[in-house]
């Protein structure tokens, strides 16, 4: 993992937050070829449950949402994870994860702070960055982040960044009814910003305190949770396998009751195996008619759907499926990296689904002359117009190749000397490295079916 994330850093897919004033814990920035790979991932995810379905409508709700909506919807008081803090570093830390990562096998759920507190200091239980036994006792701390909306001092409100990018979408029910002309079944996404004022494991992008999510609320009849349940575990299952990710490395988890959202009836994870075991990567949830209802009774506002038909007023049910973003990027990586020596020598590349790098194409003059120089930018600048394609002329050919090695980027075109006299180039594959020559005038649309085949 650490060959990995050093990667991710060199090649510019990922980046220590704030690093030259020291960092900040459990935030990164996303790099060029980070944000090229999140956009790719995003609008494949877009186009797949939104722009070819005919039952599910897109919106963008705002972050910042009125401070009743994350009272009404049970954050403000079941959002809570229980932390401990050592005296010693001031290391802070959750208690479960603590007891978990010392007593192996012992069961936590459910237990209240103080029960937790207990079991730390019957065990002598360390603190697991500095040793110290001299932990506090556990306390429970609410998950999301507090801000104030307001610009005189002394007049300001408080309000809450969100905790989840759902409630907008519960908010938005109304007008998406009336305006959509959509009928049950039916599907309001988005994708955003979410924030979770939590303790993580430090493990790159996997899981941090401000990070992009895509979901949907999938609104049906409450007789229908099951059979809808099933159909979208199929589907993201198949939107998972889509995207190249090895099969033996997923599989599905439910959540013991106690793991469960205080909104969730039933909620199953899709997850990924690390080099550091299980974690999880999506997740699909049944939310009853939980936000619904409490939005009515907060609000006052009625938020049941009519039957065009028959005129009944029902509070449809969700089926909540949610897509970490900015993991799953950190798992794309993770999942394509390969190592292998070649004569002797080490290479790194990444094994990414041509539709899905970064860099679809790489254009290199053999050397630096400047005929090949103009043929290759000519090249460049064609393919350039459909896909994106990098220009090097940075140093000698094999070193370029490497370059776009780790980069992942799935083919590499050659301008030589004989392209100047019969137009054909040579075509590098990432991963099997064997070299083709083609006309240059039929480059395009070669690499057109090359990635839409994928």
Request: proline letters at 4%.
């Amino acid at each position: 993992m650490d060959k990995i994330v050093a990667l991710c850093k060199r090649r510019g897919y990922f980046y220590p937050s704030s690093e030259i004033y020291g960092g900040m814990a459990n935030c990164w920035d996303f790099g060029h070829y980070g944000t090229l790979l999140k956009h790719n991932l995003r609008d494949r995810w877009w186009k797949k449950f939104v722009l070819d379905r005919d039952d599910m409508v897109g919106i963008d709700a705002a972050i910042l949402q009125n401070p009743a909506v994350w009272k009404a919807s049970g954050h403000v008081s079941g959002f809570n994870d229980a932390l401990v803090d050592c005296r010693h570093c001031r290391n802070r830390t959750r208690a479960d994860h603590l007891i978990e990562a010392q007593l192996p096998g012992k069961k936590v759920e459910g237990l209240t702070p103080q029960a937790l507190t207990k079991i730390i200091r019957d065990h002598h239980l360390h603190c697991e960055k500095c040793g110290s036994t001299d932990l506090t006792e556990v306390r429970r701390f609410n998950l999301l982040f507090t801000t104030q909306v307001g610009i005189i001092e002394g007049d300001r409100s408080l309000a809450y960044l969100r905790g989840e990018i759902a409630q907008g979408i519960f908010l938005n029910f109304r007008n998406v009814v009336d305006t959509m002309r959509v009928r049950l079944p039916f599907g309001i996404a988005q994708q955003g910003k979410a924030f979770r004022n939590e303790i993580t494991m430090g493990r790159a992008v996997h899981r941090t305190l401000e990070f992009d999510l895509m979901e949907f609320e999938y609104f049906i009849r409450p007789d229908q949770w099951t059979v809808t349940y099933e159909y979208w575990q199929k589907q993201m299952w198949d939107f998972v396998l889509g995207l190249g990710i090895d099969p033996t490395r997923l599989r599905w988890r439910e959540h013991e009751p106690y793991e469960r959202s205080h909104y969730s009836r039933k909620t199953m994870d899709i997850e990924y195996h690390y080099p550091y075991g299980w974690m999880e990567m999506f997740g699909l949830a049944y939310r009853t008619d939980f936000d619904l209802k409490n939005h009515m009774k907060h609000s006052g506002k009625d938020l049941r759907y009519t039957d065009p038909v028959s005129g009944d007023k029902i509070i449809p049910h969700v089926i909540e499926p949610t897509f970490g973003l900015s993991r799953l990027v950190g798992i794309t990586v993770t999942d394509a990296f390969r190592e292998e020596s070649v004569k002797g020598k080490p290479r790194t590349y990444l094994k990414l689904k041509p539709g899905l790098a970064p860099v679809k194409a790489a254009v290199f003059p053999l050397q630096k002359d400047e005929q090949l120089r103009q043929q290759a930018e000519t090249i460049y600048h064609n393919l350039k117009k459909n896909h994106y394609t990098e220009f090097d002329d940075s140093g000698n050919i094999g070193k370029m190749y490497r370059r776009q090695d780790e980069i992942g980027t799935p083919f590499c075109v050659t301008i030589d000397y004989q392209t100047l006299s019969d137009h054909t180039v040579t075509v590098r594959d990432r991963d099997t490295m064997k070299q083709i020559r083609l006309p240059a005038d039929r480059l395009a649309g070669w690499l057109d079916e090359k990635i839409n085949s994928y």
